[in-house]
């Protein structure tokens, strides 16, 4: 079943378009290191593609109809698209849905503190990592900064050459006797997390006795209590000096106060840009590929329908791996909603309607899945794995040890989402993520089951998956266009 490689079916044509792709791929990862960027970046491209904002039609009252191309964000950190069919969407939708969050480092409400005259960002780490990954590497700070006079700052440093970037620093091993005896879940702890930002004191602390003694003779009580509250910042700078020119950094440069960084939303990623991988460049590094992998060729695949036998639908969702919760997972009623305003502007809307469409409706959950990695060989069923190369995998079931929280796709739909990737000459595997009683994942693809809509996990294999620099082969990726775009036209 999974020994069939790719690239040994390319010709100079598909190689050239697997090499376009794979370019626009890595300038998607460059430019979509948050959920937030993610759908940016994409309701731009689908502007040019003809997609239309579909909260805009709903204010205008505008009609849609069969081949209108439509996108709804969901607080900018979930994008629903879709592309109008003939049939009514009583029939049923085509979706394939995938997530845009990754596993990063979030900084806490009250972060900035000053340590041994080194200045620090306290996080708390986002999804399920290897936290000894995540030290002693280039992190560059992106994120959302909204202010209480509503506007918004938009963050990212540390991504150009002339920019600085931070880290979480290490321990020398030369010291590091009793810390290399700890198990590798604790080897750092999620605490020890933090962002070294700053060492430079400020200099502007001198001249405290003489402002002390104009705040005695300040003639009104008014005056005195000003005069005070400036005298406790002072000594306050004296006492952090390098956390007092972090702050003064950030607020001449970003308009960002203090007490800004509680409603912000940052976040810390690896810095550097998505790279070729391999003497051969047949593979691709960068952060974030699960599930941005995925996301990116049903993207691309549904952009390429034009007016479909039933409404397509590509779903990008947020918080996928932190359980799918908040109004941006695939737990909210955002898809649900989506879907019924759909119907509306379209003269199709009713609760039955509605509740017919959803189980109606066949979903692809696009995916990652764990690829083969001989240097741990001993982690894998051999025989139900996926390999880099072999093309797109569909995960049957996924979930850990006795399948619990997994979507176990029926063998009918399984079948015929199969027969379809067949005649769009799609190379795919099957697998598992390890050996049974190794543990798992989990992803959206029973949450949309729900509804009782047929669901299959199907998605691009992952070389060092939740690492800092994910790798993934070019050939899988194309195959995940050729799959998606098959899904949607022929399922």
Avoid at 144 to 170: L, M, N, Q
Avoid at 217 to 239: H, P
Wanted: proline share 3%; charged share 25%; aromatic share 8%.
């Amino acid at each position: 079943m999974n020994g069939k490689n790719a690239w040994n079916t390319y010709d100079d044509a598909d190689l050239s378009k697997l090499e376009q792709l794979a370019a626009s791929y890595k300038e998607f990862l460059n430019n979509g290191k948050t959920e937030r960027e993610c759908v940016s970046y994409l309701a731009k491209e689908a502007g040019k593609e003809g997609f239309i904002d579909l909260a805009q039609a709903i204010r205008e009252n505008r009609s849609l109809k069969a081949g209108d191309r439509v996108y709804y964000s969901n607080m900018g950190k979930s994008l629903f698209l879709a592309v109008l069919g003939e049939r009514p969407m009583e029939d049923g939708l085509k979706i394939i849905g995938a997530h845009i969050d990754s596993p990063r480092l979030d900084l806490k409400q009250n972060p900035l503190y000053e340590e041994a005259g080194l200045a620090y960002l306290d996080t708390h780490y986002y999804g399920g990592i290897k936290k000894y990954q995540w030290v002693a590497l280039p992190l560059a700070l992106h994120g959302t900064v909204a202010k209480r006079d509503g506007s918004v700052i938009h963050v990212c440093i540390g991504e150009r050459e002339e920019e600085p970037v931070f880290g979480v620093t290490d321990l020398l091993p030369h010291i590091a006797q009793n810390q290399m005896m700890k198990k590798a879940n604790v080897v750092i702890e999620g605490e020890e997390l933090d962002l070294m930002i700053g060492s430079r004191p400020v200099r502007d602390c001198e001249g405290d006795e003489a402002e002390e003694t104009e705040t005695a003779l300040c003639d009104s009580e008014e005056a005195k209590k000003a005069a005070e509250e400036a005298a406790e910042k002072r000594k306050a700078r004296k006492k952090h000096p390098v956390r007092a020119l972090i702050l003064d950094i950030l607020k001449e440069k970003y308009g960002i106060d203090e007490e800004d960084l509680m409603a912000a939303e940052l976040e810390a990623v690896p810095a550097g840009r998505a790279r070729d991988y391999g003497l051969d460049g047949s593979m691709v590094m960068g952060y974030g590929q699960d599930d941005r992998v995925c996301s990116y060729p049903a993207y691309r695949a549904l952009c390429g329908m034009k007016t479909p036998d039933r409404t397509c639908v590509c779903l990008l969702v947020d918080k996928e791996e932190i359980g799918s919760v908040g109004a941006t997972g695939m737990q909210s009623r955002f898809f649900e909603n989506a879907v019924a305003e759909l119907m509306d502007r379209s003269g199709q809307y009713s609760e039955l309607a509605l509740r017919r469409c959803l189980s109606h409706s066949r979903f692809l959950s696009a995916d990652v899945s764990s690829a083969f990695d001989p240097t741990f060989a001993s982690e894998f069923d051999k025989n139900n794995a996926a390999f880099l190369g072999k093309g797109i995998t569909f995960n049957k079931y996924s979930g850990s040890r006795g399948k619990y929280g997994a979507n176990d796709a029926n063998a009918e739909y399984l079948a015929a989402v199969m027969s379809a990737f067949d005649s769009g000459n799609v190379i795919y595997q099957s697998a598992e993520y390890g050996k049974v009683d190794h543990g798992g994942g989990g992803t959206i693809s029973y949450i949309l089951a729900e509804y009782g809509m047929e669901s299959v996990d199907c998605g691009v294999p992952v070389l060092s998956m939740h690492a800092p620099w994910e790798v993934t082969s070019k050939a899988d990726l194309y195959e995940a266009l050729k799959a998606y775009s098959a899904f949607y036209q022929k399922a």
